[in-house]
C-alpha cells in the first residue's frame, strides 16, 4: 500500500500547453510538499500546505498552482509550460509542519517538448 | 545562508570500503540535519538525522558526525556494499527543509 502515490510518473507535453500532477497520502500526515528535482538532480522546495493551509511558496512563477482539497491530497496545475519546467516533481508529506522527516513519492517526470 | 554545501559531488568506493560525505552549513538556526538516500527512479527516503546537542549518531553502518563550532556534518558508510549504491542528500531545517547538492555514490564489488 503505497504511502505517497502520485499521478501521472511521466508526461510529455508541448510548450504552452497546461497540465496537472496528482498526489495523495494514506499516512494521516498533516503536511504536504511539492519539491522540484531539475537535471542536476537539485531538490528545491516549491510549495508546502499544512492542514490545507499554504505555509511554504517559494519564488516559483504564477503559472504554478497548487491545490489542496484535504490534508491527504495536494495538486500541482501548470500552465502555459515551458522547456525550463522540464524536471522530476516530488510530492511528499510529514506529520506537521515541524518535522524534518518527510516521506517522498516516486515522482513524476515532466518533459516539455 | 540559507544554502547546505555539500560534496563531493560524486564518489567512487571498493565493497568494504568506507565512504564519507561532508556537508557544512553557516546559518545556525538550522535545528535538526538529516540525511536522504535516493535510488535511480524512486523518491528521497530518510536515512539517519541528527539535533545539534549530539555529536554523533549511528545506526548500523550509517554514521552522522556534527561538529557545531565548525558548522559541519558528515555521513560515513561503513563496509560500503553495492546496494548502498545512490544519491545521498543532506539536509537542514528552519521552517523548511534545504537539501544539499547531493553525491552520486557508487560501490563496485
Known amino acids: 500500500d503505497t504511502a505517497v502515490s502520485q499521478t501521472p510518473k511521466y508526461l510529455v507535453t508541448q510548450m504552452g500547453n497546461d497540465k496537472s500532477i496528482k498526489c495523495e497520502q494514506n499516512?494521516?500526515?498533516?503536511?504536504m510538499y511539492w519539491y522540484k528535482q531539475d537535471s542536476k538532480k537539485f531538490l528545491k522546495i516549491m510549495f508546502s500546505?499544512?492542514?490545507?493551509?499554504?505555509?511554504i511558496n517559494e519564488t516559483v512563477p504564477n503559472r504554478f498552482s497548487p491545490k489542496s482539497p484535504d490534508k491527504a491530497h495536494l495538486n500541482l496545475h501548470i500552465n502555459s509550460l515551458e522547456l525550463g519546467d522540464s524536471a522530476v516533481y516530488f510530492c511528499?508529506?510529514?506529520?506537521?509542519?515541524?518535522?524534518?522527516?518527510?516521506?517522498f513519492g516516486e515522482g513524476s517526470r515532466l518533459t516539455v517538448l | 545562508q540559507q544554502q547546505v554545501k555539500q560534496s563531493p559531488q560524486s564518489l567512487i568506493v571498493q565493497k568494504g570500503g568506507i565512504s564519507i560525505i561532508n556537508c557544512a552549513y553557516e546559518?545556525?538556526?538550522?535545528?535538526?540535519f538529516p540525511w536522504y538516500q535516493q535510488f535511480p527512479g524512486k523518491g528521497p527516503a530518510l536515512l539517519i538525522a541528527?539535533?545539534?546537542?549530539?555529536s554523533e549518531k549511528k545506526e548500523g553502518r550509517f554514521t552522522i558526525s556534527f561538529n557545531k563550532s565548525a558548522k559541519q556534518f558528515s555521513l560515513h558508510i561503513m563496509d560500503s556494499q553495492p546496494g548502498d549504491s545512490a544519491t545521498y542528500f543532506c539536509?537542514?531545517?528552519?521552517?523548511?527543509?534545504?537539501f544539499g547538492t547531493g553525491t552520486r555514490l557508487q560501490v563496485f564489488p
Open positions: 511528499a508529506s510529514s506529520q506537521d509542519a515541524a518535522s524534518g522527516e518527510l516521506f
Open positions: 499516512l494521516g500526515h498533516d503536511t
Open positions: 500546505y499544512n492542514n490545507k493551509e499554504l505555509i
Open positions: 546559518n545556525t538556526a538550522f535545528d535538526y
Open positions: 541528527i539535533r545539534p546537542d549530539v
Open positions: 539536509a537542514a531545517r528552519v521552517y523548511k527543509l534545504i
